[in-house]
């Protein structure tokens, strides 16, 4: 061995011994203020350090520590307040006695941030975060980002969700699909998932090396949740009206074995936006097993049904004549709603974990497995009329836009038709399925985009104490995924069959099977997605006197295949079988370090250079129909830093914290029809080689007026923008409508996008709340928040950024009148409205004789504030004239669409505890 290595740890070891020597121990015994019954597993440790421990089955702990001054000292343990104790070490042993804690009376505010995120996520297009915060109920940053900003789907330092990493008992959630968690697997199990271990950004965990937003372990043991049982029951007029819910959890009998037991029912006919139903069910059992004090064996298993109805974004023009609640998915059907983008989940899951702990190390090994299906509804239309009320030959601005002048009158006709029959005409439909023309033939197909997925993943984690001072963590996960892609004939809507042929081409989507379609029958598509990803990560963390650091390293291989199981007649030689193997290999590294300027102040850094295999939906440029890869595809590089400065006094806590993350060689796919300089068509825009930048700061305050107040401010001030101009290239089905069909997909490279320097559609990146909190003796208490939201945008079009976009399709020259200022004036990226919203909560809770009954209330922008929370800009109109012309009139037939939040909502909860 080299003779510096060995040098080096004896250096190390020699800092621990000595360190070890000077520690000196703080003791205490824990106990519930109400009846002094002792508290296990309460956690303890001072604020600024690493060390923490729990209380045993005595209610004791001791807390080793070589420092010396004025510091915090924290316990924290679930369904009480946690209790912050002003310390003095002088070098020698502290004995603080018994420690009262008192039930938190506000624990529904924790469980009730669950409900809002689930409830403020809207649909796929979103991709919404919301749901990475529901750990964020200790720091006060985090907590406003997900209760009060969550409403306008703002975005922790505007990270996407894929780049936060959620763990079941120690076991990836993430999907291999789009890499993020899919909560609607878990939904509704409040009273399981409260026991949350989080580690913020690039801080270091003892389960993973983690990714940038952070990442979450769900410790899911019945062991480390309050035993007893729990009903509750809730009403709302958000996504859902109503939930009902209970809990049993048996607690540790004799010390060896525990079951937990969990159901929940949450409902509406028809949520917040119109249209919208929700019908979900969860069911969780749980089976711990404690061999002795080290070895335990956990079994779980979850079982969640989501079924909602979807809603879409609006153009201004059809806002304004509908408002805010409209959604042109759904409409009457024998008296009853009926909406045809409806998304469907149902993915059980299993876990096995063996764990293994004692007084130097612990080992998790843990597997799961999991099953199951996502569906969204969609009405196809083949020869037929688009059926969406919101069609643009449906509006009035396609009248006051006609290229031939405009007609205000048929404009004013067409308005007050959209007003009298705003709805989707189920009627009509089935009329037209049931015509004498159609001869059986179905003109619209209500249809399943089904992903039925079995997921296998095995983790095995591993924490070893070599010293007071010295801690190695290891671990490695291995995942597969087998994922069937495939269109299912949900309903023919009064028709016979389905003519299973591509309209625009009028070629079969299989050769190989009968092209008329029944109920039931796999039409349109039918393929495989076959992923693996191996990893393994190492991790050295060192605690001195005033500084702590961590080094941690990880190299991941990940493989993905598609498998087509059609025969496309437009892609004969590259639609059935197997494509070619597609591999990446990634090293990650990122590292921190932690300074106590004294006990009650500390700052501390972290630094990442991580690569990042891309996603598996983004590496098949149209995997419904062909085996084609993007090409050159590569992996996705993150280099990001972040500085923190942590104040932890008796009556004012907070932090400050300042970031900055570049994303590298990241690559997008989308899907759109569009009108642009090289002719129409239904494309599939590929783009490649583009860059993100995001940075900004992080600030959280709170301070006690009195033992009753507390009043808190936090901001979040951040610039996120495209920090480079990728490549876009277009793929397309066909070469056109007159000429022959091609075997391999049309391509065409439309150079760059300039976009750099226009703002990422993350949120907004400017956000303030300030909240006062007043907890009353006789355990009630009431709070609001009021915030600022700022500085959001819309998604941007790339492709009417690119030279094609400045092409006149008829001359195959530039438009004249395309300037460079007019160009900007047309193209220029404007924010969306800033706004104000007002909340307010509260609760009151009354114990008895060991039973705990509690009611929480909460109502969400008091003002009834409109607000757009996000959007996108249409790329229909793909070249100058189109989009100027558009545009003259004000109200443009292809303006940009928006999400629009929820107005005044309330939220009510009763629960029970024995």
Known sequence: MNRKIIVFLIFIFGISWSQAQTNLYIKGVIKDAQNEKVLQNAEIFLEGNSNKVLSNHKGEFYLTDNGSGSYILQISIKDYVSKRIPVFLEGKDLELGVILIEKDITLEKSLHLINISEDELLDDEMNSNSLALLQATKDVFLNRAAFDFGQAFFRVRGYDSQYGEVRLNGLPMNKLLDGRPQWNNWGGLNDVIRNQLYANGLEVSDFTFGSILGNTNIDLRPSRLRPGTRLSSSISNRTYSGRLMATYNSGLKNEKFAFMLSASRRWAKEGYINGTLYDAYSLYGNLEYQFNKKHTLNVAGILGSNRRGRSSAL??????????????????????????????????????????????????????????????????????????????????????????????????????????????????????????????????????????????????????????????????????????????????????????????????????????????????????????????????????????????????????????????????????????????????????????VTGRHWVSGNIGLIQKAPILQNVFVNPRESNTVVPNINNEKITTVDATYFLRLPKLTGRLTGYYTRFQNTTDINFFFVDSGIGSDFVQEVLTDMDKLHMGTELGLEYKLSSAVKLSFVSSIAKHIYASDPSVTINFDTAGSNEDVIDVIGSKSLGIAAIKGYKLAQGPQKAIAIGLEYRDPKYWWVGTTANYLANNYANISTIIRTESFLTDPETGEKFPEATTQNVQNLLKQRPLDNFYLLNLIGGKSWLRNGKYLSVFASVNNVFDTTFRTGGYEQSRNGNYGQLNQDNLSGTPSFAPKYWYGFGRTYFLNLAFSF
């Open 315 to 596: 153009t201004e023009e059809v806002f304004e004549i509908q408002g805010r609640k409209y959604n042109p998915y759904w409409g009457e059907q024998n008296g009853k709603i009926r909406n045809s983008r409806e998304r469907h989940i149902k993915e059980p899951l299993f876990l096995l974990n063996y764990i293994f702990e004692s007084n130097r190390v612990k080992v998790d090994a843990g597997l799961s497995y999991q099953t199951g299906f996502y569906k969204r509804s969609r009405l196809g239309y083949y020869n037929a009329p688009n059926p969406d009320p919101t069609y643009y030959r449906y509006l009035p601005s396609f009248y006051i836009n006609s290229p031939i002048g405009a007609n205000f009158e048929s404009a004013i006709i067409a308005k007050d038709g959209f007003l009298k029959s705003p709805e989707l005409n189920w009627g009509s439909i089935y009329k037209a399925n049931t015509s004498l023309g159609q001869n059986g033939k179905a003109a619209y197909v209500l249809y399943d985009d089904t992903i039925a997925d079995d997921q296998l993943t095995m983790n095995l984690n591993s924490n070893i104490n070599l010293s007071d001072s010295i801690r190695i963590d290891f671990g490695t996960t291995f995942q597969e995924l087998h994922s069937k892609n495939y269109a299912l004939i949900n309903d023919l809507l009064g028709a016979e069959y389905h003519n299973d042929i591509d309209i625009f081409s009028e070629t079969r989507n299989d050769l190989a099977t009968d092209v008329n379609k029944k109920k039931g029958d796999i039409f349109n598509y039918h393929y495989k997605l076959l992923g693996n990803s191996n990893s393994a990560y190492t991790q050295l963390n060192l605690r001195l006197h005033k500084l702590s650091w961590f080094i941690s390293g990880k190299y991941e291989l990940v493989k993905y295949q598609r498998s087509g199981l059609y025969q496309n007649e437009r892609f004969l030689n590259n639609s059935l079988g197997k494509s070619e193997r597609v591999k990446f290999s990634n090293w990650s590294l990122k590292s921190g370090v932690n300074y106590k």
